[in-house]
């Protein structure tokens, strides 16, 4: 059976996205995530709110692992 003589069944189409709604939704998050950055970087209590909210792992130097 060659390449071109290749069908997608029909539930699969339905389960899988095309490729361009993979790409819109990889912007939109990308968006997101940027423009989350920006707003977080501007705002002092918003960024130690974020920064205590976190969870992190050091060493017995002190050094950040996680």
Not at 4 to 28: C, H, M
Not at 45 to 65: E, M, P
């Amino acid at each position: 059976m060659s390449a071109a003589n290749f069908k997608v069944p029909a539930i699969v189409k339905d389960i899988i996205p095309s490729p361009t709604a993979i790409l819109r939704e990889g912007i939109i998050v990308l968006g997101g995530v940027l423009i989350a950055a920006y707003v977080i970087s501007r705002f002092p209590a918003l960024k130690k709110f974020v920064t205590d909210a976190s969870i992190t792992v050091n060493d017995k130097q002190g050094n950040n692992i996680w």
